[in-house]
């Protein structure tokens, strides 16, 4: 069936130090994005990309949509990058919502 | 960017009592709004689609009598949790979509609202 993957579950970081999350999908999409749960449970939205590259800042997005994953990079992680990640995709063929992966919890500690 | 409002953010109710929570996109319509539940430590799980006028899709396991929802217009879908039971204690996101413009498959989400049933 289809499937949205987060790697790695769970995160831990020093300040400063750089990472890179994955979300893989099962089936071709038409939109991919990539939020930030902060820990008050507001969803912010980091990146619509359904393919590509985008640059944000400190946050960087790439998805392949031909090999069907997208990583989230962030560099020079700072405390307030820690909460939970989400990769959500609308897959394509008539599907109107969009499924999210499990997640990946990122603490970053000074 | 766009914004989409939830009221109320906090809810505490006792056993049986109906509630009701309200989303507004704030600077832009939505013909399509999304209701979402999310428990601790969990992902967010769709149970609705609601388009402008018509009713709403319910996702598999999602009672529709349980969680009446109406969207009304452009702007504003409200979710009512009817005889709620503490079961239905949980974070409840909504979320619309934009319509048109260059990124118009992207959604945004409300800030969500925590319904502890007693």
């Known amino acids: 069936g289809i499937q949205v993957e987060q790697s790695p579950p769970d995160l831990i970081l020093q300040e400063g130090a750089n990472s890179t999350l994955r979300c893989n999908f099962s089936?071709?999409?038409?939109?991919l994005q990539w939020f930030h749960q902060n820990p008050w449970g507001q969803l912010i939205n980091l990146f619509y990309?359904?393919?590509g590259t985008k640059q944000n800042g400190r946050l960087s997005a790439t998805t392949v949509a031909t090999e069907r994953y997208s990583l989230l990079y962030i560099s020079s992680s700072q405390t307030t990058d820690s909460g939970v990640y989400f990769c959500?995709?609308?897959?394509?063929?008539?599907?109107?919502?969009?499924?999210f992966g499990a997640g990946t919890r990122l603490a970053v500690h000074p | 960017g766009a914004v989409v409002s939830q009221h109320p953010s906090w809810v505490i109710c006792k056993s049986g009592t109906s509630v009701k929570i309200e989303c507004r996109s704030l600077?832009?319509?939505?013909?399509?709004m999304f209701w979402y539940r999310q428990f601790p430590k969990q992902s967010l799980m769709l149970m609705a689609t609601?388009?402008?006028?018509?009713?709403?899709?319910?996702e598999q396991g999602v009672e529709k009598d349980k969680f009446l929802i109406n969207h009304a217009s452009l702007t504003l879908s409200t979710l009512t949790v009817t005889s709620a039971h503490p079961e239905d204690s949980s974070f409840y996101i909504c979320?619309?979509?934009?319509?048109?413009?260059?990124?118009?498959?992207?959604?945004?989400f409300g800030p969500g609202t925590r319904l502890l049933v007693l």
């Open positions: 979320s619309a979509r934009v319509a048109g413009g260059p990124e118009r498959e992207t959604q945004y």
């Open positions: 089936d071709s999409v038409n939109n």
């Open positions: 990309i359904p393919s």
């Open positions: 959500a995709v609308r897959f394509s063929g008539g599907y109107n919502k969009l499924i």
């Open positions: 600077d832009f319509q939505a013909t399509t």
């Open positions: 609601s388009n402008e006028g018509s009713k709403a899709t319910y």
